[in-house]
């Protein structure tokens, strides 16, 4: 099974600035499919949490390919959370994607 690991880092000093250049944002490239990640519930500490995910990457032109891996946050995230759903468009700079392409570890910004 390949492995997705997502790490988000939440800063309050630049999440107002984040958020308006990403609204705006048009994606680069050619969409080569869709990516659903199922997120297991979980409690959040002072420092952070981590959630487990299960993934279906569903490509336009091959087989589904099933990823786990977990999401990381740091920063303040109290409290607990039900389980949910992620659905991301997946793009990139040309069509010909191979097999097992989104593994790694992915790192953004939240607000």
Known sequence: MK???????AAIAVAGLATAGVANAAPAGIKVGTLTCN???GAGFVFGSTK?????Y?????????YTGSISKWGVDIGYTNKGR????????????RSGALEGEYAGASA
Not at 52 to 56: E, K, M, N, T
Not at 58 to 66: I, L
Request: aromatic share 6%; with cysteine; hydrophobic share 55%.
């Open 3 to 9: 492995t997705l690991n997502l790490m988000i880092g």
């Open 39 to 41: 997120v297991a519930a």
């Open 52 to 56: 487990d995910l299960a993934c279906s």
């Open 58 to 66: 569903e490509p336009t032109k091959a087989r589904v390919e099933h």
């Open 86 to 97: 992620l659905i991301w468009a997946v793009f990139a700079p040309t069509s010909d994607v």
